[in-house]
């Protein structure tokens, strides 16, 4: 797909892995619609940001769990571009209560790791004739990675990664679905951690670092450029699944 003047709607992209892939779609000459849920001075930031590259820029506050909200994020894109080609469904959380007995944890992460993604994408395909869906999972998505300290962030990862193939199937070839599957990397969700603690944290991984946002972001523009690639879960994890099978 050539990029060129393509819109592209990135969920969560105030900051993290959505901030570098709405960046990244700019310095590719997309118009990027830039959803944030409440942190609106980053999301201004973005915006300037990828004004620096590209034409059309915009941003919409919505919480992607919210079906009203995201009528509104697509009837906005509706009335500006009339069309969508990209949808990367990034928005997620970490919940610091997730363990194997709260209930709340489960509801939480389930409604806006992995629901999100389906609401999300529901209404993306009312404007979608071709195009391209990125799901942003994780490495804790697949089946046996993961702690219990993560238990249903792993298990709604898990459920995007068979949603992402299952949804390939039903819709190619005009809209091919793909996902990512990161290891640990730099972002606020991690605490903004500082040099010496991503280095600790990076340990994890066989590059020995965390892995930059904007690693995934690149990640992310490649899987929209091919045309072949379909239905695949790409791992982008420093090596870290190999570790934790050795
Ligand atoms: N960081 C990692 O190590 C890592 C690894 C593997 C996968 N991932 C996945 O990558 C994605 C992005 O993670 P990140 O580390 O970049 O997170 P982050 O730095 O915490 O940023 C999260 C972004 O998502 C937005 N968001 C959260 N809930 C939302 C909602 N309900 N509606 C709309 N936007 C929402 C936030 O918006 P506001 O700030 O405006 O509220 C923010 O822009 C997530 O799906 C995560 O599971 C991350």
């Known amino acids: 797909m050539n990029l060129k003047n393509k819109v592209v709607l990135v969920t969560g992209a105030s900051k993290g892995i959505g901030r570098a892939t709405a960046i990244a779609f700019a ?8 959803n944030f849920k409440s942190d609106l001075k980053s999301a201004q930031e ?16 919505a919480d992607v769990t919210n079906e009203n909200e995201v009528k509104g994020i697509f009837k906005k894109i ?45 209404y993306a395909l009312e404007l979608m004739n071709e195009g391209k869906i ?18 249903a962030y792993s298990a709604f990862k898990a459920a995007l990664e ?23 990397v730099a972002t606020p ?10 280095e600790e944290l990076g340990k994890v991984h066989l590059i ?8 995934i972001a690149e990640s992310i523009v490649y899987l ?12 982008v994890d420093g090596g870290m699944s190999l570790i934790t099978l050795g």
């Not at 310095?27 to 830039?34: D, F, P, T, W, Y």
């Not at 973005?46 to 506050?61: A, F, M, P």
């Not at 969700?189 to 991503?198: L, R, V, Y």
């Not at 929209?224 to 695949?232: F, S, T």
């Open 46 to 61: 973005v915006l300037n940001e990828c004004n620096k590259y590209s034409k059309g820029n915009i941003t919409i506050k």
């Open 162 to 184: 068979s949603y992402t193939k299952n949804l390939a199937k039903e819709l190619a070839p005009k809209i091919l679905v793909n996902a990512i599957a990161p290891g640990r």
């Open 134 to 151: 990125v799901n942003v999972s994780s490495i804790h998505g697949r089946l046996g990675h993961g702690s219990s300290e993560a238990i």
């Open 27 to 34: 310095k590719e000459g997309c118009s990027v619609v830039i």
């Open 189 to 198: 969700m991690w605490g903004n951690p500082d040099d010496k603690e991503q």
């Open 78 to 122: 509706k009335d500006k571009f009339t069309h969508l080609d990209v949808l990367v469904n990034n928005a997620g959380i970490f919940d610091s209560n997730d363990s194997p007995t709260n209930i709340k944890a489960f509801e939480n992460v389930y409604e806006n790791n992995f629901l999100s993604c389906v609401l999300v994408t529901k």
């Open 208 to 215: 020995k670092r965390m892995i930059q946002p904007e690693e």
């Open 224 to 235: 929209v450029k091919n045309d072949a690639v379909c239905g695949e879960i790409l791992t």
